[in-house]
């Protein structure tokens, strides 16, 4: 989308439904009146309906809730995340976009969403059903300034931030099953892939994906994953707008993420523990080299997953298969 319709739309979504005149318009975007037309021809097209009015100048009367970079633009109140929007109705994986687009020099911030994702994928190459407009299929593109080692903790901050959003804005009091996984009633509504291109002391970009499972009826989840997945309609019986959610991500994201880089992993490890999936309950975990039970005591500073074993020893667990009770 071009800088000047997201300075556009931040001016009438702004302007919350008062006329505006396309002389005040053309001034403040310092583009020419039949420019000012030609943006508004292409928000009817994305489903925005205008009214233009002589001597009074423009007003948004309604926005469409579909997905679309106009839409997720519209009332987005973020500093610099998803400032840049790519949207495909159509993609493979809105994660693989994400890497060509981050090695082509996309900016910190660049969001890609899908309205479906064909080849979906989530850890370990496993499969994520992604129906058209029923889900959310989302990657941000980050540059943050922090060593390698601690790009794990930006998945448990996502996870935090994923809960948050389904607890304050849909009423849901969901779960975070280490290290990624969202659930609601033991189900899971929401998943979160976190890759990275890194050099030996410095990120290059790290993807955030997001998959969350929005208005799927209990029909449309894969017949193979039903007992174990979920969706915010099958479990609120209430059809979601789409945008708003995304919107509610974005914002929670950009703050929690500003404050980790300066605060720490404090907070979040906090928030994960109090939304943390069976903590103080036993597990099995299977690692390449062992496989042994032991009781979850939560997350560590940096993230793994804290294990009590039978001899009281705690250890620290990067990577596993796990296995609940």
């Not at 959003?165 to 996984?181: A, Y």
């Not at 899971?188 to 291109?197: C, D, H, R, Y």
């Not at 969706?231 to 708003?244: A, R």
Request: hydrophobic content about 40%; glycine content about 6%.
């Amino acid at each position: 989308m071009s800088s000047t319709r997201n300075k556009l739309i931040k001016i009438l979504s702004e302007k919350k439904g008062e006329y505006i005149s396309g002389q005040e318009l053309s001034e403040k975007l310092q583009v020419s009146r039949s420019a000012i037309w030609k943006h508004m021809n292409e928000l009817k097209k994305d489903g925005y309906i205008i009214e233009g009015v002589a001597k009074k100048g423009y007003r948004i009367i309604s926005a469409p809730k579909t997905v679309t970079e106009n839409t997720i633009m519209w009332g987005l109140e973020t500093k610099w995340l998803g400032k840049n929007v790519i949207h495909r109705d159509s993609i493979e994986s809105t994660q693989t976009l994400a890497h060509q687009l981050a090695l082509d020099g996309a900016k910190h911030g660049t969001i890609v969403v899908a309205n479906e994702q064909t080849k979906a994928r989530g850890r370990v190459s496993r499969k994520w059903y992604s129906p058209k407009g029923k889900i959310i299929a989302m990657s941000m593109i980050l540059r943050p300034d922090i060593l390698p080692y601690l790009a794990p903790q930006l998945t448990l901050l996502t996870a935090t931030v994923l809960a948050n959003v389904l607890d304050e804005h849909c009423g849901i009091k969901p779960q975070i099953k280490w290290p990624n996984d969202i659930l609601i009633n033991g189900k899971k509504v929401a998943g979160i892939l976190t890759e990275m291109q890194a050099e030996q002391d410095k990120v290059l970009y790290v993807i955030i994906g997001i998959g969350m499972n929005i208005n799927q009826t209990e029909n449309e989840i894969a017949e193979e994953i039903r007992n174990r997945a979920t969706s915010l309609f099958i479990e609120t019986k209430v059809e979601w707008e789409i945008v708003p959610i995304i919107q509610k991500i974005l914002e929670q994201f950009e703050k929690k993420y500003d404050a980790y880089l300066i605060e720490g992993f404090k907070d979040v490890k906090e928030t994960w523990e109090n939304y943390g999936f069976k903590i103080n309950e036993r597990l099995k975990i299977k690692t390449a080299k062992e496989t042994f039970e032991a009781i979850f005591r939560g997350i560590g500073e940096d993230g793994a997953l804290l294990a009590e074993k039978s001899d009281g020893s705690v250890e620290k667990i990067y990577s596993a298969e796990i296995a609940w009770f």
